[in-house]
């Protein structure tokens, strides 16, 4: 399967550093995933608190979602943890 990557406009201007920014990840359900990306996050924010995180699983169970809301404070902080994401074999999606 083809990766998928939507991530918003490089116009600096539209943030408000720093900000509230919702990550949405997607990927097969796997045992790793969570900690992953949790892990490839952290790299770049420092510890995750679980109030942060929200998982929901497909109606099948194949998918899992996980939503990530992070205090980011610029626009390469943005853009090198969507790259770090879009590299894991385990993402299938990145919104």
């Known amino acids: 399967m083809g990766k998928i990557y939507i991530v918003s406009m490089n116009?600096?201007?539209i943030f408000?550093?720093?900000?509230d920014y919702p990550i949405k990840i997607f990927g097969l359900?796997?045992?790793?995933?969570?900690k992953t990306v949790c892990k490839?996050?952290?790299s770049h924010i420092g510890?995750?608190?679980t109030n942060q995180i929200t998982i929901k699983n497909s109606s099948k169970g194949k998918y899992?979602?996980?939503t990530i809301r992070i205090i980011v404070t610029s626009r390469k902080q943005i853009d090198a943890i969507n790259h770090d994401l879009?590299?894991?074999?385990?993402?299938s999606y990145l919104l």
């Open 11 to 13: 116009n600096e201007d």
């Open 16 to 19: 408000n550093f720093p900000c």
């Open 29 to 34: 359900s796997q045992p790793e995933f969570k």
């Open 40 to 42: 490839i996050i952290e």
């Open 47 to 49: 510890k995750l608190h």
């Open 64 to 66: 899992t979602s996980i």
């Open 86 to 91: 879009q590299k894991c074999p385990l993402v």
